[in-house]
């Protein structure tokens, strides 16, 4: 596997066919519009707010039931958003890869959500099994005041790249099931059998996308850092009102946020894009020969 080549391809794939980064884009509308309306908030909050805040919390059940239900709708919308966003994009490349050059926002739309539901479900078995795995070391950490963290460190260190190669078996199975049409637990079978076959070179492509992935983070922290460090000197003033505070904050928000889910959400989409890449690089070819047994 030519790794330096997909990683070219990918580019230039994203940059002729836009459309496929706007769709992309789509997971991280969920945040993004979040981001935006906490900035909003915070420009027209003040110390009078906090009186109602205080009030609004001597109703703990009240209080209780409304972050759950928040939080549950933001996760499940957040869930949905990327299913349909990362489902575009790997259909996206798909048929580009497969000669089509004019490709419609409402064409991609269309033929992306007879996947959506697998993609979630494969992001659910997946993403169900990495938190699982890392809860339960935490759980006895809790339970037994911190001890068994002494127990299970070793196993703590191998759980990282264990996450990151999860993340790579992931991108695999759902490159699987808008490739070639699979259910989630054939793509599943799919990219375990690729996996085993194919190991070193995913895990070295794997480590690559992650530092793409990095570079985007760093990309975002020096300017949100510089802006931190400019503006906070002034506020820490004495003189300075509260509200200014919050008016800081808010504008803060409205700019580094949105720019941070659209870098983000750039390089999730060339990550995305990159594994149909090689998905198809090794499953398509003639010379893989890959068997996966299909129910009768």
């Known amino acids: 596997?030519?790794?330096?080549?997909?990683?070219?391809?990918?580019?230039?794939?994203?940059?002729?066919?836009?459309?496929?980064?706007?769709?992309?884009?789509?997971?991280?509308?969920?945040?993004?519009?979040?981001?935006?309306?906490?900035?909003?908030?915070?420009?027209?909050?003040?110390?009078?707010?906090?009186?109602?805040?205080?009030?609004?919390?001597?109703?703990?059940?009240?209080?209780?039931?409304?972050?759950?239900?928040?939080?549950?709708?933001?996760?499940?919308?957040?869930?949905?958003?990327?299913?349909?966003g990362w489902t575009g994009v790997f259909k996206g490349t798909l048929k580009v890869e497969k000669g089509q050059q004019g490709?419609?926002?409402?064409e991609l739309w269309a033929d992306s959500w007879p996947y959506v539901?697998?993609?979630?479900?494969?992001?659910?078995?997946?993403?169900?099994?990495?938190?699982?795995?890392?809860?339960?070391?935490?759980?006895?950490?809790?339970?037994?005041?911190?001890?068994?963290?002494?127990c299970i460190l070793p196993m703590m260190v191998i759980l990282i790249p264990l996450s990151f190669l999860a993340q790579m078996y992931m991108y695999l199975c759902i490159a699987a099931s808008v490739a070639d049409d699979f259910d989630v637990f054939i793509a599943i079978k799919r990219a375990w059998e690729i996996t085993l076959k194919n190991f070193w070179p995913l895990?070295?492509?794997?480590?690559?996308?992650?530092?793409?992935?990095?570079?985007?983070?760093?990309?975002?922290?020096?300017?949100?850092?510089?802006?931190?460090?400019?503006?906070?000197?002034?506020?820490?003033?004495?003189?300075v009102r509260p509200e200014t505070m919050f008016t800081f904050f808010g504008i803060f928000m409205l700019v580094i946020m949105p720019l941070a889910f659209l870098v983000q959400g750039t390089a999730q989409t060339y990550v995305n894009s990159a594994w149909m890449l090689v998905y198809l690089r090794l499953s398509h070819r003639p010379e893989a020969n890959i068997p996966v047994s299909l129910p009768a």
């Not at 490709?103 to 409402?106: K, R, Y």
Request: hydrophobic residues 65%; glycine residues 10%.
């Open 117 to 150: 539901g697998r993609v979630l479900g494969i992001l659910f078995l997946i993403g169900f099994g990495m938190a699982l795995v890392f809860m339960v070391p935490a759980l006895l950490g809790i339970l037994t005041a911190g001890v068994a963290f002494l």
């Open 103 to 106: 490709i419609t926002f409402s």
């Open 203 to 239: 895990a070295l492509m794997s480590l690559l996308l992650y530092l793409v992935q990095m570079a985007a983070g760093i990309l975002i922290a020096i300017p949100t850092w510089g802006a931190q460090m400019i503006f906070m000197i002034p506020l820490m003033s004495e003189n």
């Open 1 to 84: 596997m030519q790794h330096f080549e997909i990683l070219a391809q990918t580019w230039k794939l994203l940059w002729k066919h836009k459309v496929i980064l706007a769709f992309g884009l789509l997971a991280m509308l969920v945040p993004g519009l979040v981001g935006v309306l906490m900035g909003t908030s915070m420009l027209f909050f003040s110390v009078d707010n906090f009186g109602q805040f205080e009030r609004m919390l001597g109703n703990e059940t009240w209080f209780i039931l409304a972050w759950f239900g928040f939080f549950g709708l933001f996760m499940l919308l957040s869930l949905v958003a990327t299913s349909v």
